[in-house]
């Protein structure tokens, strides 16, 4: 069974930065995509970012130049840097393992999942 946890969450000023690590243990297929999604009060869960093992990454149009994502094999951790972040930003980030061939944003292909950390962009 895998456990993921994530952390880093917390306030931040419009234009401001945060970084989310996501740590993984327990059980991992070969292969496999770490996706991390986001989900705001009222609204539908949106996939962000993704990193494969094949080191593919994915990230939505509307973080791409902001946010970065990597992973750190020795301690298995992925992490999401967020820069220029933005007051409708403002949400439960999750990170989830999907079994699956490449990156995806659709949260139906993930098996596991975190509890989630609040990110809150506020002045």
């Known amino acids: 069974q895998v456990q993921l946890v994530e952390s880093g969450g917390g306030l931040v000023q419009p234009g401001g930065s945060l970084r989310l690590s996501c740590a993984v243990s327990?059980?991992?297929?070969?292969?496999?995509?770490i996706g991390w999604f986001r989900q705001a009060p009222g609204k539908r869960r949106e996939g962000v970012s993704c990193?494969?093992?094949?080191?593919?990454?994915f990230h939505v149009a509307s973080v791409k130049g902001r946010f970065s994502i990597s992973r750190d094999n020795s301690k298995n951790t992925v992490t999401l840097q967020m820069n220029s972040l933005k007051p409708e930003e403002t949400a439960v980030y999750y990170c989830?393992?999907?079994?699956?061939?490449?990156?995806?944003?659709?949260?139906?292909?993930?098996?596991?999942w975190g509890q989630g950390t609040q990110v809150t962009v506020a002045s």
């Open positions: 990193i494969h093992t094949d080191a593919s990454t």
């Open positions: 989830a393992l999907g079994n699956i061939p490449g990156c995806s944003d659709l949260s139906g292909e993930y098996e596991s």
């Open positions: 327990g059980f991992t297929p070969d292969h496999y995509a």
